[in-house]
């Protein structure tokens, strides 16, 4: 999401998933808005759904054996770490496949700009999932639709993991996070100002990889991250609430515009 006064639009291209193609739209009626922000029933809307809701902000998740010392590689105590999330617009973290925490604001909740800082307990290695969404008022991937002030939505995050006990930075966004797109929208930005955008813009939508969030998963195909900065993001409230590491950078995928949900996998070891 972004305010066109506030900054040059950004139009980067991104290449389009080759495979596991679950659905290319054009056309459709709206229906009903879901957490998305997309439009339920409109032909070629199958975009995931957000991960389950996670634990309360205020409790502390516990990943005990999320990944078996054999497949995560390392056997070690638990430890408890504290994650600090911005995102434009929402997001949702889960480490060794345990859903720990999420963005607090639904997604269909325009403007929707704050800062998370989530605890939980686990053991390392750790494996960091992440879901990233931009808001979009329906499958066309625009916002603000019907007003002067239709356009494409554009995103950004930024996150960081630490130690609770000693505050050591353990983890961080930046350039090797790896990013699948699973919605992007619209396929032809032309079609921005049409008076029907559900009808005129085409998207695209891919199923989630089974098992993406659990350590072992081979992300080799998916593509690094960009980095962006806070001017280029437009970043608003909340970010500035965060101290932030000086390992942590703002990413999203190479298109702020047209890629709308995005998966992203990174892993943190034990520090030596």
């Known amino acids: 999401m972004r305010y066109r006064n506030l900054r040059a639009v950004l139009v980067a291209s991104s290449a389009l998933v080759a495979s596991s193609v679950l659905a290319v739209g054009c056309g459709g009626s ?3 808005a879901s957490k998305d922000g997309a439009s339920a029933g409109s032909e070629g809307s199958a975009v ?3 991960p389950a809701s996670a634990p309360s902000m205020s409790s502390t998740p516990s990943i005990v054996g999320a990944a078996s010392s054999t497949t995560a590689g390392t056997s070690s105590a638990p430890v408890a770490f504290v994650a600090d ?7 949702s973290l889960t480490v060794n496949g345990v859903a720990v925490g999420e963005d607090s604001v639904p997604i269909t909740t325009e403007k929707s700009f704050n800062a998370e800082t989530i605890r939980f307990t ?3 290695p750790l494996t960091i999932a992440m879901v990233t969404k931009d808001y979009r008022a329906d499958d066309s991937g625009l916002e603000y ?3 002067s002030r239709q356009q494409m939505g ?3 995050f930024i996150a960081q993991i ?3 006990s000693s505050g050591r930075l353990v983890a961080a966004t930046g350039k090797a996070w790896r990013g699948l797109v699973v919605q992007r929208a619209p396929l032809d930005k032309s079609c921005e100002k049409a008076a029907k955008p559900i009808v005129t813009c085409r998207w695209e939508a891919v199923p989630e990889p089974p098992g993406w969030q659990l350590p072992g998963f081979d992300d080799a195909a998916w593509t690094a991250a960009t980095v962006y900065t806070a001017a280029q993001v437009g970043t608003k409230d909340g970010y500035d609430t965060i101290r932030w590491g000086a390992g942590a950078s703002l990413i999203w995928t190479a298109d702020l515009e047209a890629d709308n949900t995005i998966l992203w996998r990174a892993t943190a070891p034990r520090p030596a």
């Open 122 to 124: 686990a053991t390392y």
């Open 154 to 156: 554009d995103g950004g």
């Open 85 to 91: 999330v911005w995102a434009d617009n929402w997001f």
């Open 30 to 32: 709206s229906g009903t």
């Open 48 to 50: 995931p759904s957000a």
């Open 162 to 164: 630490r130690e609770q």
């Open 145 to 147: 639709i019907g007003t």
